[in-house]
């Protein structure tokens, strides 16, 4: 191999890596703008949610329909995307339990425990 072809390779690399980045960025902070209530996560995660989303969206159409070959950097493909990491983004809250209260004590109602406890705070309850 030539050094031109190795430098070509590694542009294209590199430009695909920034593509991937930026495109799950844009899918995961779709998918958090969808889903109701507080997100856990920053920036990071976000970008790892929207390109793990894209590649389970791409991957279930793809393997739904036959001979479709899907470019994630499309219209069909965003959607995809971003409906799939709207679902990692679903399972995460329901497996982590912040869809659900924890308890009620008589005229007091604990609302949604946070590990964080500057964020907890009793709620009279009606």
Known sequence: MTQDQI???????ANEMLLWVGFGTLVGLAAKAVM???????????????????????????????????SPV?????????????????FYKLLSGSFFA?????DYFLHRYRRNRRRRRMVRGT
């Open 7 to 13: 430098m070509t390779i590694a542009e294209q690399a």
């Open 36 to 70: 109701p209530g507080r997100d856990p996560g920053g920036a990071v995660s976000t970008m790892i949610m929207g390109i793990g989303g894209s590649v389970i969206g791409c991957g279930v159409l793809a393997f739904f329909w036959d001979g479709l070959v899907i």
């Open 74 to 90: 499309s219209i069909v493909g965003s959607v995809v995307s971003t409906a799939g990491a709207f679902t990692l983004l679903f």
């Open 102 to 106: 924890e308890a009620e004590d008589g």
